[in-house]
T-cell receptor
Framework: NAGVTQTPKFQVLKTGQSMTLQCAQDMNHEYMSWYRQDPGMGLRLIHYSVGAGITDQGEVPNGYNVSRSTTEDFPLRLLSAAPSQTSVYFC???????????FGSGTRLTVV | DAKTTQPTSMDCAEGRAANLPCNHSTISGNEYVYWYRQIHSQGPQYIIHGLKNNETNEMASLIITEDRKSSTLILPHATLRDTAVYYCIVRVVNQAGTALIFGKGTTLSVSS
């Protein structure tokens, strides 16, 4: 099925652990983004990419790394998890960067 | 991107039209108006976008004032499933190297 796939859907980490949130899309979209959403808050942009090999920082990039080696995949790495990174993480992709973005269903991360 | 202002919350009776306003008084000539919604912590869903002409699709209508300083998203016959947070975003057309930035949005509650 076409769309944005995020894995895992749920994750619990201990403080200091590292992990990678996966995001894959099969729509040949050049533009991909990562957002986090804290309880009762809006979405905040973490990192984004405008094509393979090209990434840039968003509003809240600290504590996260990204890379884009293929058009399909845009993983988000948490370097050393902190309780402040407890959030729901959404990945999104778009063909043009300004036309409608498609969002994944989210990864719910809890850091204890 | 131009700043947008939306009411924090709105109520609507089921079957009636829901009119969600958005103020973007600093919009420039090459900026589109986009609307997304987020239902109960799912990934945001693209609704509609426009530049200066009114737009309609199967989900909603977008009315942009002649001076483009404000717009209204219209859900013609709101249902309980339209209860969501609605985000109005203004963004430059074909702006390279950026992604969508979300504000706080309007929480629309549709009741029977």
């Amino acid at each position: 099925n076409a769309g944005v796939t995020q894995t895992p859907k749920f994750q619990v980490l201990k403080t200091g652990q590292s992990m990678t949130l996966q995001c894959a899309q099969d729509m040949n979209h050049e533009y991909m983004s990562w957002y986090r959403q804290d309880p009762g808050m809006g979405l905040r942009l973490i990192h984004y990419s405008v094509g393979a090999g090209i990434t840039d920082q968003g509003e809240v990039p600290n504590g996260y790394n990204v890379s884009r080696s293929t058009t399909e995949d845009f993983p988000l790495r948490l370097l050393s998890a902190a309780p402040s990174q407890t959030s729901v993480y959404f990945c999104a992709s778009s063909y043009s960067g300004f036309y409608g973005y498609t969002f994944g269903s989210g990864t719910r991360l809890t850091v204890v | 991107d131009a700043k947008t202002t939306q009411p924090t919350s709105m109520d609507c009776a089921e079957g009636r039209a829901a009119n969600l306003p958005c103020n973007h008084s600093t919009i420039s000539g090459n900026e589109y108006v986009y609307w997304y919604r987020q239902i109960h912590s799912q990934g945001p869903q693209y609704i509609i976008h426009g530049l200066k002409n009114n737009e309609t699709n199967e989900m909603a209508s977008l009315i942009i004032t002649e001076d483009r300083k404000s717009s209204t998203l219209i859900l013609p016959h709101a249902t309980l499933r339209d209860t969501a947070v609605y985000y109005c975003i203004v963004r430059v057309v074909n702006q390279a190297g950026t992604a969508l930035i979300f504000g706080k949005g309007t929480t629309l509650s549709v009741s029977s």
